[in-house]
DNA sequence: TAGGCCTACATACTTTAGTATGGGGTTTTG
DNA sequence: CAAAACCCCATACTAAAGTATGTAGGCCTA
């Protein structure tokens, strides 16, 4: 058996096998980490639990068993005060926001080259929180926040965008003026930071709003 | 200098620096393959040009330079006949099909474990065509249904649809005239049954083919 | 080889979508 | 209370999407 004894201890989820192998490997490599690795949120979870908590673990964002960010809390309460952090091939201020909200000491891009994951893993040990800069910048760059949530009437006409319906269709069925439905559609694309509907419905559907 | 001899010489070409440090990494280890990368489609080319051709190459489908399977053809044309696979993070059967239809050696998931991708590239070495089963199996799913009526250049703009853009840009990015990209909009959109864009990427995630 | 399909482009036109203003009115909240 | 956010409508405009037709070459196949 490896001793674990002063490393730090990471558990990694995803469900993409060859991230796992070879960042397993990567990270094995460095003298101050043990990691364990699994392909599931269920896993994840149990190993946390028969383990007592690891220092740092990571949850792939889609994963089987997470649920965008739901996965995120229960792993969190499992693992006492140790940080755990969100890791996704497609970050977004969305999910960066999400994750945080939930409790996540940050969030991963898969994009980051390995020698800096270990950093950012370290970091997060300390009890850091670590996000990757471009993110922050788009943040900056959304002017005032407030940015996550659709007002009702919102919901109703995004739905109707999911639907392929055109602005007065909508206005028909909702018995308002095309008017009305344009500015709706607009403030729409404006929260989602979407270019067009079509953009918007695209958006609204990878974030599970749709 | 490392000794190269009797090794298969294989580069990888991928944007994502996590995925290209640790497989490097891993594969490095095998003792019969010895890796060289790049991050861009430019980079593997003059690669390409200045070693006199690679056992094996990996192209990702994302980079910057691909364009799709447009850098394939060139880098096939470099690689006089040795193997060129395409790599992806999200492999469907249409990249598939205009992969091999370019002339792939095989198209990688990077779902894939590290081992299996391994033995894949050296499947491919000895000039075997390398294609991941469950994608073979969506291409008997779908044969029998039915939506497999896209053209191969319907397929790549319903891929652009999907992302939001607009005709201009769509045109732009494949070189067409706006023309061309509005009439293929319409054959899709009369094929899926829709009746505007936004409408048709509604319809085809509902079916899996976004 | 003729008919079919795919690809590509152009031109002209109509309809939708999107933008920019303006005007009202409610409810929520600091 | 007053600011902020929501909700509704209107007009007028620009940009984009969608429709309709015609031309044309390549490819495959019956």
Chains 1, 2 share one sequence.
Do not use: W
């Not at 469900?15 to 101050?32: C, N």
């Not at 994009?111 to 993110?135: N, W």
Request: aromatic share 2%.
């Amino acid at each position: 058996m490896t001793d674990t004894s002063g490393k730090i201890r990471v558990l990694i989820a995803d469900d993409h096998g060859m991230i796992l192998d070879v960042l397993s490997m990567f990270l094995g490599t460095q003298p101050d980490m043990h990691v364990t690795t699994t392909t599931d949120l269920d896993g994840a979870l149990s190993a946390i639990t028969s383990n007592g908590g690891y220092d740092v673990v990571l949850l792939d964002y889609n994963m089987p068993g997470m649920n965008g960010t739901q996965g995120l809390t229960r792993a969190i309460q499992l693992n006492k005060k140790n940080p755990v952090a969100i890791l996704t091939g497609t970050p977004t201020k969305r999910i960066l926001d999400e994750s945080l909200a939930k409790g996540a000491a940050g969030l991963v891009p898969k994009t980051m080259p390995a020698k800096s994951l270990a950093i950012a893993i370290r970091f997060m040990h300390v009890g850091e929180t670590y996000v990757p800069l471009d993110l922050m910048r788009e943040e900056a760059a959304e002017a005032g926040e407030g940015v996550g949530k659709l007002s009702a009437r919102e919901k109703t006409v995004l739905e109707c965008l999911g639907e392929g319906k055109q602005n007065k269709e909508i206005a028909n069925s909702l018995q308002l003026s095309e008017a009305t439905i344009k500015m709706h559609v607009k403030s729409i694309c404006k929260k989602l930071g979407a270019n067009n509907r079509t953009h918007a419905v695209i958006t609204a559907r990878d974030q599970g709003l749709l």
